[in-house]
């Protein structure tokens, strides 16, 4: 009986630990994927800064004429 109450305690504990730890593996997924946009959301904010930049000092070129 001893045995069987020790198992089914470590069976439990087995069941919420596994829990636990799908529920951080889902956390860090979310976390991967909300990096991921945030890099490609930078990168897009520098590649337009970069276009802007240029075409801002060939306009003043221009307007220098």
């Keep these: 009986r001893h045995l069987r109450d020790a ?3 470590l069976e439990t504990r087995v069941v919420e630990r596994t829990h636990t730890l799908e529920l951080e593996i889902a956390e860090h ?3 991967e994927n909300e ?3 945030a890099k490609v959301a930078a990168e897009e904010a520098s ?5 802007i930049s240029r075409h801002s ?3 003043s070129k221009q307007a220098a004429r």
């Design 7 to 9: 198992r089914e305690k």
């Design 29 to 31: 997924h979310q976390t």
């Design 35 to 37: 990096l991921m946009l």
């Design 47 to 51: 590649r337009a800064a970069r276009w």
């Design 57 to 59: 000092a060939a306009h």
